[in-house]
């Protein structure tokens, strides 16, 4: 048997082998069409990064009004009068009741992912128009924490005083920050040490074992 | 009309010039997918994602080959990567082949020869197969099927090689049905 003899009679032979029907090109023409246009629709409607702002905006707004919320059904009540709750010093060992610990530390990590973000952005020498109303929302929840039992902690207090200082100074460049302007922001973040400290404060894992703890 | 024009419409958003392209090339990549799958719909969907992802690239197509030679890159791309993903493959392409063997006999060949090279070619590496199928089933060259594959044209014709010997061995009980 000869070399060419045993090839042409695969070749004959292998037509046979999985032989194609007529190609359905309408119909494949018609689905490749409409899959286009979906996954065009699926690029169109997927969130922007101005809309991922926003949304870890309400999210950070919503989890501090929860723990908030939590902190004063279920924690521990004043046995003094408020005024005189509130007038305490910083720093005298009292416990922070559980609810508003976790609220700070979920409030502190939402901070430090928007620092982290407002970083890169600003170090490329970009300005998101929603950065500055994002840091007005956090700075508003800052103090409302510094005002809460979780700011009567002299750490805690600490912390929050500068947070309030650098989301204070984003907030004022609302419209237009100049290059410049993003840099000193960006040094008296680093210079503070901000994003250690809030690591340090609320790490990753803390949030789903303090919620089981507290719920 | 020069096929050049017509990616360069198809650049510019035009349907029609989609269109054009697509028809010039469908029955090729069809083919070569339903060799491989074995199957209808995996031929079918294979080949539209083929032409989806041609259509989305082509600002990347820079005519240092023939499109068509870059269509056949990216549709073999998509029909190996599938085929690794179909589970059921192997199942389905038995139950074809059983269909096909009834149904077609336009080949003067015993049926149980036909089986046994259908089989034999099942039995083959994913490449070999690959490499017999385009070359002696679908007549690519060896110089398109390096393309299409990543791999210089001498692997193609080493691979058919060894392809063809593994066929032969396999089919050696009938060598007097194609000596004779």
């Known amino acids: ?215 | 009309m020069d096929e050049r024009e017509v990616i360069a419409r198809v650049r510019a958003g035009d349907a029609v010039a989609e269109r054009q392209l697509y028809d010039a090339h469908v029955d090729r990549i069809y083919r070569l997918a339903y060799r491989l799958a074995g199957d209808d719909d995996l031929a079918q969907d294979f080949t539209q994602e083929a032409f989806i992802r041609a259509f989305e690239r082509i600002e990347g197509f820079r005519g240092e080959a023939a499109f068509g030679t870059w269509l056949y890159a990216i549709a073999t791309s998509v029909v190996l990567n599938g085929l690794r993903k179909v589970k059921r493959f192997r199942e389905r392409e038995a139950d074809l082949d059983d269909a096909v063997t009834i149904g077609a006999s336009s080949v003067d060949a015993d049926p149980d020869l036909k089986e046994k090279l259908a089989n034999a070619v099942d039995d083959l590496p994913l490449k070999y197969r690959t490499v017999f199928l385009m070359h002696d089933v679908e007549g690519y060259t060896h110089e398109e099927i390096g393309v299409a594959l990543g791999v210089p044209p001498g692997t193609s014709k080493a691979q058919l090689s060894r392809a063809r010997a593994r066929l032969r061995d396999a089919l050696a009980a009938f060598a007097g049905q194609w000596a004779s």
């Open chain 1, 1 to 215: 048997m000869s070399d060419d003899r045993f090839e042409d009679f695969v070749r004959q032979s292998a037509k046979d082998y999985h032989r194609p029907p007529e190609t359905p090109r309408e119909q494949m023409w018609a689905r490749i069409v409409a899959e286009r246009a979906e996954r065009k629709l699926a690029r169109a409607a997927r969130p922007s990064p101005r809309q991922m702002w926003i949304r870890w905006g309400l999210a950070a707004a919503a989890v501090l009004a929860l723990g908030i919320g939590i902190g004063r059904g279920i924690g521990p009540k004043p046995t003094r009068p408020l005024m005189e709750v509130a007038a305490l010093p910083a720093g005298n060992g009292e416990q922070i009741p559980a609810a508003f610990e976790l609220a700070a530390r979920d409030h502190l990590r939402h901070v430090e992912t928007f620092f982290t973000v407002f970083q890169y952005e600003a170090r490329a020498g970009l300005a998101a128009d929603q950065t500055a109303g994002l840091a007005r929302n956090l700075l508003m929840n800052t103090r409302l924490l510094m005002d809460s039992p979780a700011g009567r902690d002299a750490h805690m207090a600490a912390l929050l005083d500068d947070v309030e200082v650098m989301l204070a100074q984003i907030a004022s460049y609302a419209d237009s920050p100049t290059p410049a302007e993003l840099r000193l922001i960006d040094q008296g973040i680093e210079q503070r040490g901000l994003l250690l400290k809030l690591r340090a404060a609320a790490p990753a894992e803390y949030g789903a074992l303090s919620a089981q703890g507290v719920l």
